[in-house]
C-alpha cells in the first residue's frame, strides 16, 4: 500500500471536485459476452460463481484506480484488492464471505470453495471493521437486470467498488451476462470503468489463458 501524493497527482482537481459531492458514485451496466468462458467451464467441470468472482477480482485489480481508496482527505493505493462476495444461505437471506485474491485461478477456487463452505456452517454478514483493500462483488442470477442500485453511506469517504451480475441469457447466439459497476468519482472515470469491463471481456473470451 502507498499514499498518492496528492499535490502531483493528476486527478487532483478532479478529487477535490468529486469529494465534495454528498452522494459521488456512478454506476455503468453493460452485457459482457461470456459465451467461450461459459463453454470452457462447463467442458472443465469448473464452478461458474467462483470462476465469475475471479474474473471480475482479476479486471479489478489490473486496473489501479479499482484498488485506489480515500481516507479521510488521503488517497491509498493498495497493491491488491479482494473480493468480499454475498452468497445465499439455506433460510434464503444471505451473508458474506471474503477470499483472498491470488492471481493463480486454481489456488483461488478452492481457496473460495472452502470459504463459502466455512461461510454457510457459519454465516454472518459482518465486515472486517476498518478494512477497505477489498471489492464488494455480488450476483442476481435470477434476473438480467439493465440497472442496479446499491445501499451505501452517504459518505462521500465510501469508496469500494460495488461489482455485480445478474442472470445470463442468450442473445443472437451468444451468451450475455449483465455486469453493474459502481465506483467513486473522485478516484475514476467512465474511461477506467471502461478498462475494467474490456479486462473482463478479455477473459471471458481467452479462458484458457487466464484460467492456469
Not at 5 to 24: E, G, V
Not at 51 to 76: H, L, M, P, T, W
Request: with cysteine; proline share 5%; charged share 25%.
Amino acid at each position: 500500500m502507498r499514499y498518492i501524493d496528492l499535490d502531483t497527482w493528476k486527478r487532483k482537481d478532479h478529487f477535490n471536485y468529486f469529494r465534495q459531492f454528498s452522494y459521488p458514485q456512478f454506476n455503468i451496466c453493460a452485457n459482457v459476452d461470456i459465451t467461450r468462458y461459459y463453454r470452457y467451464l462447463k467442458e472443465k467441470g469448473l464452478p461458474f460463481f467462483v470462476s465469475v468472482v475471479y474474473a471480475a477480482s482479476k479486471a479489478a485489480n489490473g486496473v489501479k484506480e479499482f484498488r485506489y481508496r480515500i481516507r479521510e482527505d488521503k488517497v491509498v493505493e493498495h497493491d491488491i484488492v479482494s473480493p468480499s462476495y454475498t452468497i445465499l444461505t439455506e433460510d434464503e437471506t444471505f451473508a458474506f464471505c471474503l477470499t483472498g485474491y491470488v492471481e493463480e485461478y486454481s489456488v483461488f477456487k478452492e481457496n473460495a470453495l472452502r470459504d463459502i463452505e466455512r461461510i454457510k456452517n457459519n454465516p454472518s454478514i459482518e465486515d472486517e471493521p476498518g478494512r477497505d483493500d477489498v471489492l464488494y462483488i455480488s450476483s442476481l442470477p435470477w434476473v438480467s437486470f439493465t440497472g442496479v442500485t446499491h445501499p451505501i453511506n452517504l459518505d462521500p469517504t465510501e469508496s469500494i467498488p460495488r461489482i455485480s451480475w445478474g442472470k445470463y441469457f442468450e442473445e443472437n447466439g451468444k451468451i450475455q451476462l449483465p455486469v453493474s459497476v459502481q465506483v467513486h468519482h473522485a478516484l475514476m472515470d467512465g474511461f477506467h470503468v471502461g478498462q475494467f469491463f474490456i479486462a473482463i471481456q478479455d477473459i471471458m473470451n481467452y479462458p484458457e489463458k487466464h484460467l492456469y
